[in-house]
């Protein structure tokens, strides 16, 4: 079962940054928090993990407070093809790999 | 790109009919997890291969099966199939078991159960 919440759908303008939070009211202490991306017909890909405060990539930032029930993913300066589904997961950096999708977010951006 | 890639892309079967897919993981990853997306959902997990062997199993019943081989790609296995099962099969490779470890998916496999 997902153990996140996150917004069904959000919408946006070419060149404006997006903000997509989930909660994660029940995070256990050895969780990873992870977002990953997911296009149609094409299977999830990585976007950023992290465990606490601030993570920076490429792509986007994360910022988990202080209490980490929460995430937000932070799209600078979204494009048409940033188009796309977007899961928070809550990875156990103890057990085995299996990843709970929740519905995630569908991230729809307009010219 | 991933690197991993599916066979066969699309497939229609008939209720009852058994279907193989297969899996190639990326050069390196010993680990494959394979999970079943229904249209509109998030792709569920079904079990997952660490050095051939299963480490790990979600909700599926036993006629979902697999197999992990040398070089580390992997089988799916779906028997007496069932109009439910129509999804798209998304495998990831890893490299290693842990839950922290990124997953890279390949593009999938679509299933279509008539």
């Known amino acids: 079962l997902a153990k996140t919440t996150q917004p069904i759908s959000m919408d946006s303008y070419e060149g404006q940054e997006v903000n997509i939070t989930c909660s994660h009211n029940n995070i256990a202490t050895n969780d990873y928090i992870t977002w990953y991306q997911q296009f149609p017909s094409q299977g999830p890909r990585f976007i950023i993990q992290g465990y606490k405060t601030k993570v920076t990539n490429e792509v986007a930032s994360l910022f988990i407070p202080a209490d980490r029930k929460s995430s937000t993913l932070s799209l600078p300066r979204v494009s048409l093809s940033d188009t796309a589904v977007y899961y928070c997961l809550e990875a156990r950096g103890s057990t085995l790999g299996r990843l709970y999708f929740g519905r995630g977010t569908q991230l729809t951006v307009w010219p | 790109e991933t690197g991993v890639t599916q066979s066969p892309t699309h497939l229609i079967k008939t209720r009852g009919q058994q279907v193989t897919l297969r899996c190639s993981s990326q050069s390196g990853h010993n680990t494959v997890s394979w999970y079943q997306q229904a249209l509109g959902q998030g792709p569920q997990f079904i079990f997952q291969y660490y050095r051939e062997e299963e480490n790990g199993r979600g909700n599926f019943p036993p006629r979902f099966s697999g197999l992990q081989f040398p070089n580390y790609s992997s089988e799916l296995n779906v028997n007496a199939l069932e109009l439910d099962d129509s999804a798209l099969y998304l495998c990831?490779?890893?490299?290693?078991?842990?839950?922290?470890?990124?997953?890279?998916f390949g593009p999938g496999t679509r299933l279509l159960v008539l």
């Open positions: 990831a490779s890893s490299l290693g078991q842990g839950g922290q470890e990124t997953q890279y």
